[in-house]
């Protein structure tokens, strides 16, 4: 069986599915080289001297599981005695991985789980990756009913939502969402291990007004036939990964030159998302420019002014991130934040950092080959 979820934030209901087989893997390779032919028989019709990219607004499922069990908080427990215990304090934190158990390397949830069950009171060394560095740490499981254990760790291990594509480059790299995605709880950056895109259906849209921002709704079946591609970074400038479908997610394929900052004026611009069943652009007003990458995400402060979009939505919506940010005839960058108190407004990602993040990690695969 397979997991379907519906999203609204903060909330997923769970629903059952058979699965479904995936389509031919040759047929598909053969597809994506016409894909590639035709983006770059477009593509060369833009003018020399920027790069180009085909252009996003879609929105996608995504699923990402953590590099290691992450920690989010430690608990006290009951002991049989009659006390209680916390055998994990000051050994592990929020936003710890753990990485093995007892030496012995651990892939999920699950793994930890089987290992807590099979012990047997005897302490427990977790072998932790804690701000880039490695450590081991020993724990003494406390008993909370006869022969039974445990560490008093809550953990997590993958992350799911809806977002928006930004762009595909022409080795088929997609950048999205413009901010990295952080666990709920710990608000740390969440370190991944890999991930997939699905395709979704958006169902409803809640309006957001001041105080409250609004949400999109979706549907999303999590099965081969949907994944329409890979995810391999998360960082705080967005998510990156490679779509192997990509006609079925780039049905309208729109070749589009990317703006430095330096080509970015304040004044009239677009956003282009799904509203309605539809990919289009509503206008708005980039009316601040922030050169100094403070923060890497929030470079571009934007206000929506379209009539049709403010009824539709009240402005920017929570699953509206990473949607294209357009002036001038080029993309200059994506939307990232909604202003809680006002929601017509919010924050954009210049486009120059999240294709910067696209370079690094082409640059890292070359490297490691």
């Given at each position: 069986?397979?997991?379907s979820r519906r999203y609204r934030t903060g909330r997923?209901?769970?629903?059952?599915?058979?699965?479904?087989?995936?389509?031919?893997?040759?047929?598909?390779?053969?597809?994506?080289?016409?894909?590639?032919?035709?983006?770059?028989?477009?593509?060369?019709?833009?003018?020399?001297?920027?790069?180009?990219?085909?252009?996003?607004?879609?929105?996608?499922?995504?699923?990402?599981?953590?590099?290691?069990?992450?920690?989010?908080?430690?608990?006290?427990?009951?002991?049989?005695?009659?006390?209680?215990?916390?055998?994990?304090?000051?050994?592990?934190?929020?936003?710890?991985?753990?990485?093995?158990?007892?030496?012995?390397?651990?892939?999920?949830?699950?793994?930890?789980?089987?290992?807590?069950?099979?012990?047997?009171?005897?302490?427990?060394?977790?072998?932790?990756?804690?701000?880039?560095?490695?450590?081991?740490?020993?724990?003494?499981?406390?008993?909370?009913?006869?022969?039974?254990?445990?560490?008093?760790?809550?953990?997590?291990?993958?992350?799911?939502?809806?977002?928006t594509v930004t762009f595909l480059t022409d080795q088929?790299?997609?950048?999205?969402?413009?901010?990295?995605?952080?666990?709920?709880?710990?608000?740390?950056?969440?370190?991944?291990?890999?991930?997939?895109?699905?395709?979704?259906?958006?169902?409803?849209?809640?309006?957001?007004?001041?105080?409250?921002?609004?949400?999109?709704?979706?549907?999303?079946?999590?099965?081969?036939?949907?994944?329409?591609?890979?995810?391999?970074?998360?960082?705080?400038?967005?998510?990156?990964?490679?779509?192997?479908?990509?006609?079925?997610?780039?049905?309208?394929?729109?070749?589009?030159?990317?703006?430095?900052?330096?080509?970015?004026?304040?004044?009239?611009?677009?956003?282009r998302c799904y509203i309605d069943n539809e990919i289009?652009?509503?206008?708005?007003?980039?009316?601040?420019?922030?050169?100094?990458?403070?923060?890497?995400?929030?470079?571009?402060?934007?206000?929506?002014?379209?009539?049709?979009?403010?009824?539709?939505?009240?402005?920017?919506?929570?699953?509206?991130?990473?949607?294209?940010?357009?002036?001038?005839?080029?993309?200059?960058?994506?939307?990232?934040?909604?202003?809680?108190?006002?929601?017509?407004?919010?924050?954009?990602?210049?486009?120059?950092?999240?294709?910067?993040?696209?370079?690094?990690?082409?640059?890292?695969?070359?490297?490691?080959?």
């Open positions: 069986m397979v997991e997923i209901l769970m629903w059952l599915f058979f699965i479904l087989c995936g389509a031919a893997a040759a047929a598909g390779m053969q597809q994506q080289q016409v894909d590639k032919d035709l983006w770059e028989a477009q593509a060369d019709t833009a003018s020399a001297g920027s790069e180009t990219v085909l252009l996003g607004g879609m929105p996608v499922g995504i699923y990402m599981e953590t590099d290691g069990v992450m920690v989010l908080n430690t608990e006290q427990i009951e002991c049989v005695d009659g006390n209680e215990y916390e055998p994990a304090a000051d050994l592990v934190k929020s936003g710890d991985y753990i990485m093995a158990v007892d030496h012995q390397e651990i892939s999920g949830k699950s793994d930890l789980l089987e290992s807590v069950e099979e012990m047997d009171g005897e302490g427990i060394v977790l072998t932790l990756k804690r701000d880039g560095d490695t450590m081991d740490v020993k724990i003494n499981p406390v008993e909370y009913s006869p022969g039974s254990y445990r560490l008093g760790i809550w953990v997590r291990d993958n992350v799911q939502g809806l977002g088929s790299r997609f950048g999205a969402l413009g901010h990295g995605i952080h666990d709920t709880d710990t608000s740390a950056l969440m370190t991944i291990d890999g991930g997939s895109v699905y395709r979704t259906s958006i169902q409803d849209i809640t309006k957001g007004y001041s105080g409250s921002p609004g949400t999109m709704e979706g549907i999303i079946v999590y099965n081969n036939y949907n994944i329409l591609g890979s995810i391999d970074k998360n960082t705080e400038a967005g998510i990156y990964g490679t779509i192997d479908r990509i006609d079925e997610l780039f049905e309208e394929q729109i070749p589009i030159e990317t703006a430095s900052k330096e080509e970015i004026v304040e004044g009239p611009a677009t956003i289009k652009e509503y206008d708005i007003e980039v009316t601040d420019i922030d050169m100094s990458d403070t923060e890497i995400n929030k470079g571009l402060v934007i206000q929506v002014t379209d009539k049709e979009l403010l009824e539709k939505t009240g402005g920017i919506i929570q699953g509206m991130s990473g949607s294209p940010i357009i002036q001038n005839g080029k993309l200059i960058g994506a939307v990232t934040h909604v202003f809680v108190q006002d929601s017509t407004k919010g924050y954009g990602i210049f486009i120059e950092n999240m294709l910067n993040q696209v370079e690094s990690s082409e640059l890292s695969k070359i490297m490691s080959n």
